[in-house]
């Protein structure tokens, strides 16, 4: 009798082209991989797999199976999240994060999903949206938390929040009384996201104009080495005020007042589509509803500086 593990891996191997890449997303072995897809086919007493090259293919049968598996992988799905009890939503979500959601809300995610689905693990990776958009791209991550829109095909995005661009620098530089024109801020290292990254790329372009001095650019993909140069007075910050809330309030940042504006920052949650994509959606609007609720909690503190 068919059972659902022998669909669902062999799903898999399809949409991940391996055997070993089936057998880390599943977190099980290739030998039982293996056993698995050798089982479905006796079962349905046909070839369903292509194993000549390196890449499994789906054979005729193996397309046509494809149809009916992702149908009933996804019912299934459906039914276990309608229905079923929160604790029966359990296995491991690879979820990518960009640092800025780090530094805001991120421990208030994984506490609310340890609550509401116990047992359901999360493996964090904490990375650049460059990088995590290839990663989701190649299925080694569920969800992403970037910089977006994506824009690739089967790519699904919700917004979770848009982030104000600051520039921060320590009260040790003496900008903080009054209008700083962008010559003055020139004078000074400016310190942002790392290269390849869509705010540095923004940061350089506002900043390219004839009648300004070339500026230092300096670059990090450690949020918390760009507020601690900025803090040291190392030069100034082009970062979401968000993530430096503690230090804004302590006197250790101030933001400056300037006319040179940088868009906000939109952040959204992005998975693939995929037929058990229900705990990925579910825990995409849980950090929706956690990112929206920590911009109404910041607002009214960011205005006072």
């Known amino acids: 009798m068919l059972d659902f593990r022998s669909i669902e891996t062999f799903l898999w191997v399809v949409k991940l082209g391996s055997f070993r890449g089936a057998a880390q997303r599943l977190n099980t072995t290739q030998p039982a991989i293996s056993q698995r897809i050798a089982q479905l086919e006796r079962e349905m007493g046909v070839k369903l797999l292509n194993r000549d090259h390196r890449v499994a293919s789906p054979t005729p049968s193996g397309r046509q199976m494809m149809v009916y598996a992702e149908k009933l992988i996804g019912l299934r799905a459906q039914m276990m999240a309608e229905i079923g009890d929160r604790s029966a939503m359990r296995g491991v979500m690879r979820l990518g994060v960009a640092e800025t959601i ?10 609310s999903v340890n609550e509401v689905y116990p ?6 990776e904490v990375d650049i949206t460059p990088n995590l958009t290839a990663r989701l791209l190649a299925q080694e991550i569920e969800l992403a938390f970037v910089v977006g829109p994506l824009s690739a095909s089967g790519v699904h995005n919700r ?17 903080g009384k009054g209008p700083v024109t962008p010559a003055e801020l020139a004078r000074f290292p400016i310190i ?47 970062i979401p005020d968000a993530i430096v809330e503690n230090e804004l ?28 994509v229900v705990a990925v959606e579910r825990v995409a609007e849980l950090a929706r509803q956690i990112a929206q609720s920590s911009l109404a909690v910041d607002a009214p503190a960011l205005a006072g500086h």
Do not use: C
């Not at 917004?159 to 900008?175: K, R, T």
């Open 249 to 276: 309030a302590d006197g250790r940042l101030q933001l400056l007042d300037t006319d040179l504006a940088i868009a906000p920052l939109t952040f959204t949650a992005s998975w693939l589509a995929s037929p058990d």
């Open 119 to 124: 047992n359901l693990s999360l493996e964090i």
């Open 192 to 238: 942002t996201f790392p290269r390849k990254t869509k705010p540095y790329e923004v940061v350089r372009e506002v900043f390219d104009r004839p009648e300004l001095p070339p500026i230092r650019l300096h670059a990090s993909a450690s949020l918390a080495t760009v507020i601690h140069m900025a803090v040291e007075g190392l030069g100034i910050a082009v």
């Open 159 to 175: 917004v979770l929040a848009d982030y104000p661009i600051g520039f921060l620098a320590s009260p040790s530089l003496g900008l």
């Open 102 to 111: 780090v530094h805001t809300w991120l421990p208030r995610l994984v506490k």
